[in-house]
């Protein structure tokens, strides 16, 4: 099974209010990643696992937190939404550093 | 870190023609280039990739090609069909980091 899950696939959230989505996957990869993804923009790396180490990017250090709490489940948790958190957001894990990475379907996530 | 220039954006061709799109990146010591393709309501999948000690490969009517001097890699759809219609993207490795900078896309559309 190669498959990466995503809750929920549509979330709505008012401005302030925090959002927490979640990933999982089953293929034991030691490495599990979020990105944004915006209209017409790249897929912006925002946070990885690697086992249990997290890296956060420099330019969303504080907007993003997460949490592993095994090797299957990884959250993404926002605390307080703003309207440009809007976009979609997608998970993804590997086994084996950036290689061959697996994606999720993605949670859209928009923000009134 | 990593930047990853995709073009073209869009891209129209004909059922049967062969389709390119290019990328170019910045660190010479990027060494993993994967491309990959998302349908509509789906996942972005893994279709080809290739590393830096290559400088072609080729799989069920995929070709990429890496020029390492250039900073350039590209991926050539030969005998397009309307099932290829989809967003590509390619990327690149973050040498020492387990993490992928991605183009920002290329919509592929093909016409029968």
């Known amino acids: 099974d190669t498959t990466v899950k995503q809750n929920p696939r549509y979330k709505l959230a008012r401005v302030g209010k925090p959002v927490n989505l979640i990933c999982s996957q089953t293929m034991n990869h030691d490495t599990m990643y979020w990105y944004q993804k915006k209209p017409n923009q790249a897929p912006k790396l925002l946070l990885f696992?690697?086992?249990?180490?997290?890296?956060r990017e420099a330019d969303t250090f504080e907007k993003f937190q997460s949490s592993r709490p095994n090797n299957s489940f990884c959250s993404l948790y926002i605390g307080s939404a703003g309207l440009e958190y809007s976009a979609m957001y997608l998970c993804?894990?590997?086994?084996?550093?950036?290689?061959?990475?697996?994606f999720g379907p993605g949670t859209r996530l928009t923000v009134l | 870190g990593e930047q990853v220039e995709q073009l073209p954006s869009i891209l129209r061709v004909q059922e049967g023609s062969s389709a390119s799109i290019n990328c170019t990146y910045e660190n010479s010591a990027s060494n993993y280039f994967p491309w990959y393709k998302q349908e509509p309501g789906e996942n972005p999948k893994l279709i080809i990739d290739i590393r830096s000690n290559m400088e072609r490969k080729q799989t069920q009517g995929l070709i990429v090609l890496l020029d390492k001097k250039a900073k350039r890699f590209s991926l050539h759809i030969t005998d397009t069909q309307p099932g290829d219609s989809a967003m590509y993207f390619c990327?690149?490795?973050?040498?020492?980091?387990?993490?992928?900078?991605f183009g920002k896309g290329t919509v592929l559309l093909v016409s029968p």
């Open positions: 696992y690697y086992d249990k180490i997290l890296n």
């Open positions: 993804a894990s590997s086994r084996d550093g950036p290689y061959e990475q697996y």
């Open positions: 990327a690149a490795n973050d040498s020492g980091y387990n993490k992928l900078t």
